[in-house]
């Protein structure tokens, strides 16, 4: 299984970039899959994942509509709509699967893409 994460970069403050997820060796119909973000000197944190099964998933504070998670089954590929940027919106953004059972345990999601970078400019 891979995953690559792309889209990051430095983006300006209020800007609203698409993340994008390539995945291989595995289905996105058939598994759950999301995003996740690590900021400087903090944990990891699941954002959103998606699945056929439950459909989609707005985990804790990521819930008030400035994150936006899709995916396209025939491009295999998931992506995230930032919206209105903030500058604590840096972080690396990591793509991840499976997710459906995800609590914030270290050891889970099983399969991890290298993230991008998101650096937020004011």
């Known amino acids: 299984v891979q995953l690559q994460a792309s889209g990051g970069g430095l983006v300006q403050t209020g800007g609203s970039p698409t993340l994008s997820c390539a995945a291989s060796g595995l289905s996105l119909g058939d598994t759950a899959i999301g995003w996740f973000r690590q900021r400087p000197g903090s944990e990891r944190d699941g954002i959103a994942c998606?699945?056929?099964?439950?459909?989609?998933?707005v985990y804790g504070n990521y819930r008030g509509g400035r994150f936006t998670i899709s995916r396209d089954n025939t491009k295999n590929t998931m992506f995230l709509l930032v919206n209105n940027l903030m500058p604590e919106d840096s972080a690396v953004y990591y793509c991840?699967?499976?997710?459906?059972?995800?609590?914030?345990?270290?050891?889970?999601?099983?399969?991890w893409g290298k993230g991008t970078l998101v650096t937020v400019s004011s």
């Open positions: 991840a699967a499976p997710c459906r059972y995800y609590s914030g345990a270290e050891d889970y999601p099983n399969f």
């Open positions: 998606v699945s056929d099964e439950d459909g989609i998933i």
